[in-house]
Structure formats: structure tokens, C-alpha cells
């Protein structure tokens, strides 16, 4: 095969990689947590989404419900990614005779799609007061931490976060 075919079909392969975006996670947001007060106490929380927090509750294991306050909300702009940049390639071959051809290649994606718009996340930051530390330390491990996200006008859903290990008394 001729540098010139192999350059060729570098440029026609490379433009059919970029067909389409990755899936959506499934996955919770990230939360930030840390146990703040003069006790101990406190537990603060940060949740970054596209969706702000409407409703949080911390559930012991019983389920009975902690009030948890959305203490602010801030909007975060996440710029946008890069498309996918022309490429350059270099390649030989040979055998055990040597080297019988080289070659470079230039690769610029046809049929790329446009980089992604940019994203607007909302940083809701949350706090709830533990009035009972020893027994939540006693079985923190069946504590489950519930956030709604959204409202019923805007696709609500419920993401559930196992409750953070407390801090050694």
C-alpha cells in the first residue's frame, strides 16, 4: 500500500470515529461532605448537577427523617470541549530485510460533529444537624442520605447516597 493510500484511509477512518456522543452517565453527582461545629455535629454538603437541589433528607435506620436545609444554590458555567483536532501520523514497515516503505499522514475528520455546547451546573450546598452523634456514629452504615433534584416541571428524580463515615470521637 502507497503513503498516499494509507494517508487516505487514515483521513477516512479517523472522520468515522467521531459518530456519535458517549451515553449519559447513570451514575449519582458528585457530593462533597465534612462534618463541621463545635461537635462534630454538622454535617455540610455540596452537590453539583445540572438540576438544583429541591428536597434532601438524611434517614437513619429506622427511616425516620432529618431535616436537611438547602443553604444556597450557585449556578457554575462549565465550558465547552473541544472537538476532535486533525491528526498527523507517521509509519514505516519492513521485514527482516529491512525497511521496505515509510510514510506520513495527515488526518482531518469529515465528518466530526460540532464540540459540545457548554453546560450550566447548579452547586446546592445543604446542611443537617445530627443531635444524636453517638448513635449515628453506633449505625452510620444503614444511614442513607435522599436528594430530590428538579421539580415535577423539570424531570424530578431522586438520587439516594450512603451516609458519610462520622469523624473518630
Do not use: H
Not at 468515522?16 to 465534612?34: K, R
Not at 461537635?39 to 455540596?46: F, S, V
Request: net charge negative; aromatic share 8%; glycine share 12%.
Amino acid at each position: 500500500m502507497t503513503w498516499l493510500a494509507r494517508g487516505m484511509l487514515t483521513v477516512l477512518l479517523l472522520g468515522g470515529c467521531a459518530a456519535e456522543p458517549p451515553p449519559l452517565s447513570t451514575a449519582p453527582p458528585p457530593l462533597e461532605w465534612q462534618f463541621a461545629g463545635p461537635a462534630g455535629d454538622r454535617l455540610e454538603l455540596i452537590l453539583r448537577e445540572r438540576q438544583p437541589v429541591e428536597k434532601a433528607e438524611l434517614l437513619d435506620g429506622e427511616g425516620r427523617a432529618y431535616p436537611v436545609e438547602v443553604i444556597a444554590r450557585e449556578r457554575i458555567d462549565v465550558p465547552a470541549g473541544g472537538g476532535i483536532p486533525p491528526q498527523v501520523e507517521l509509519g514505516a514497515s519492513g521485514g527482516t530485510a529491512g525497511l521496505n516503505s515509510a510514510g506520513i499522514g495527515f488526518g482531518f475528520p469529515l465528518f466530526s460533529s460540532p464540540p459540545p455546547p457548554a453546560d450550566t451546573l447548579v452547586a446546592s450546598r445543604l446542611a443537617v444537624g445530627l443531635s444524636d452523634m453517638a448513635a449515628y456514629r453506633a449505625s452510620w452504615r444503614r444511614w442513607t442520605f435522599r436528594v430530590t433534584l428538579g421539580s415535577p416541571e423539570t424531570s424530578e428524580r431522586v438520587v439516594e447516597f450512603p451516609a458519610p463515615r462520622p469523624p473518630e470521637p
